[in-house]
């Protein structure tokens, strides 16, 4: 019964803002680790940006200063505000949770994925 489902993505100018929005269902939200991961044409899947339980938040250095990951726990939601978009941002989003149990087990989603495409 767990889902992760993206909004929020869509074609935006260069130099344009998006905010994406992930909402989880059937999870214990506030303990998982939650990112927000990117596949653009041709290239492997990378962590944009993720966000721990503690609030700690990490970003791939090439969004370091444009993006910004947060959360809200009572929502269930984990956003990702996308600043001074440039085309090399082109890429399906894909929202990830992540909670590591114990050495024997990881739970480890995805949603569904959500197209953003820069271009002028």
């Known amino acids: 019964q767990v889902q992760l489902v993206e909004s929020g993505g869509g074609l935006v100018q260069p130099g344009g803002s998006l905010k994406l929005s992930c909402t989880a269902s059937?999870?214990?939200?506030?303990?998982?680790?939650m990112g927000w991961y990117r596949q653009a044409p041709g290239k492997q899947r990378e962590l944009v940006a993720a966000?721990?339980?503690?609030?700690?938040?990490n970003y791939v250095d090439s969004v370091k200063g444009r993006f910004t990951i947060s959360r809200d726990n009572a929502e269930k939601t984990v956003y990702l505000q996308m600043n001074s978009l440039n085309p090399e941002d082109t890429a399906v989003y894909y929202c990830?949770?992540?909670?590591?149990?114990?050495?024997?087990?990881?739970?480890?989603?995805w949603g569904q994925g959500t197209q953003v495409t820069v271009s002028s």
């Open positions: 990830n949770a992540r909670w590591v149990v114990s050495s024997s087990w990881t739970y480890d989603y």
């Open positions: 059937g999870i214990t939200f506030e303990v998982y680790t």
């Open positions: 966000i721990t339980e503690g609030l700690t938040t």
